[in-house]
C-alpha cells in the first residue's frame, strides 16, 4: 500500500505527455485508429427496484462507488489494478465495454475525470484494446506508446492535483510500459470544475458518436487495490453503492465486493 501510494505522488513528477485523438466507431478506430467521439458520461440512473438500499441501476455503469468523501475532504485519488479480459460479442458484430477509474460523475455530474481501457471486438471477432483518459465532457483521448493484450495486468489512477487540473497514468504492469498525462478542466472551467464527491471503480457501456455501443460480453473484471484518498484519509470499497446495468429491462450485470479493496464485475449471461 505505501509503495502504491508513493508512486501514485511521483505522478506529479513524472509526467509523459503520451496522447492520440480517439477513432470514428468501433469498425473506423480498429482499423486505422482515426479521430473519433468516444464519451464517458455520468452516470444515467434507471428506475428500478432493487429491494437493497445500496443497490442501484444504470443504462451505462456497473461497478462500485462512493458517493460521497468523509465530511468536509475531497477525493483527490483513485486507482486500482485489473486483468484484461477477452471479451466477445454476445450478438455478433461490434461490441465494446471500458473499465477504468475515476473522480465524479455520479452524484455531481458537471465533471468526470477518468482513466481505463476499451475493450472491442470487432465484427469479424477481432479483438483490440485500446488505453485512454478523459475529462468530461471533453471527449476520451487515446494515450500512445503503449500496448495492451488479454491477460495483462493493468494499473489505473487518476489525481486532482485541483480542481481544473489533474493526471491520469496508466500502467502495464506485465510488459513494464507506462503512460502518463496532465489533463486540464475543458473551458469553461469555472463550469467543468471537479468537486471530489465520487470516487468509481466502473465496467461502462460508453457513447460513440451520441448512442451506446452494443456492449460487449466481457466475462469478469476483478478491481483489486481499489483505493481512494483524500488530503487525510485512505478509502477502499467498503460503504460504496454498487451499480449494475439495465439494458432493453435486463440486468447485464453482476457486481460484488470481494474484499474492503476490491470490485468484481461481472457480465450476467
Known amino acids: 500500500m505505501k509503495t502504491h501510494t508513493i508512486a501514485l505522488a511521483n505522478i506529479l513528477f513524472a509526467i509523459i ?35 437493497q438500499s445500496n443497490i442501484q441501476y444504470s443504462s451505462n455503469w456497473a461497478g462500485g462507488v462512493l458517493t460521497s468523501p468523509p465530511s468536509g475532504q475531497r477525493f483527490t485519488t483513485v486507482s486500482a489494478q485489473f486483468t484484461v479480459p477477452v471479451p466477445s ?15 465524479d460523475g455520479d452524484t455531481y455530474t458537471n465533471a468526470i475525470l477518468q482513466t481505463g481501457v476499451d475493450f472491442n471486438v470487432n465484427s469479424d471477432g477481432s479483438v483490440s484494446y485500446d488505453a485512454w483518459y478523459e475529462w ?3 471527449y476520451a483521448i487515446d494515450f500512445s506508446g503503449i500496448s495492451i493484450s488479454a491477460g495483462d495486468n493493468i494499473s489505473v489512477s487518476v489525481i486532482a492535483i485541483s480542481s481544473t487540473r489533474g493526471a491520469a497514468t496508466v500502467r502495464n504492469l506485465s510488459n513494464g510500459q507506462s503512460v502518463s498525462t496532465t489533463i ?4 469553461p472551467s469555472s463550469s467543468t470544475s471537479l468537486s471530489g464527491q465520487n470516487a468509481e ?7 460513440v458518436n451520441g448512442s451506446l455501443v452494443p456492449f460487449a460480453n466481457f466475462g469478469s473484471i476483478l478491481f483489486t487495490n481499489a483505493i481512494a484518498q483524500t488530503s487525510s484519509s485512505l478509502l477502499g470499497t467498503s460503504g460504496a453503492t454498487v451499480f ?13 465486493f470481494p474484499s474492503s479493496s476490491q470490485v468484481q464485475v461481472t457480465y450476467n449471461q
Open 201 to 207: 471503480w466502473i465496467v461502462e457501456d460508453f457513447d
Open 184 to 187: 486540464s478542466a475543458p473551458s
Open 89 to 103: 460479442s454476445p450478438n455478433g458484430g461490434s461490441a465494446a465495454a471500458a473499465a477504468w477509474v475515476g473522480i
Open 136 to 138: 468530461y465532457p471533453n
Open 17 to 51: 505527455s503520451l496522447a492520440a485523438p480517439r477513432g470514428h466507431g468501433l469498425e473506423a478506430r480498429l482499423a486505422a485508429r482515426a479521430a473519433r467521439s468516444h464519451l464517458t458520461r455520468p452516470l444515467a440512473p434507471v428506475i428500478r427496484t432493487s429491494g
Open 244 to 256: 449494475e446495468i439495465v439494458q432493453n429491462n435486463q440486468v447485464l450485470t453482476l457486481v460484488s
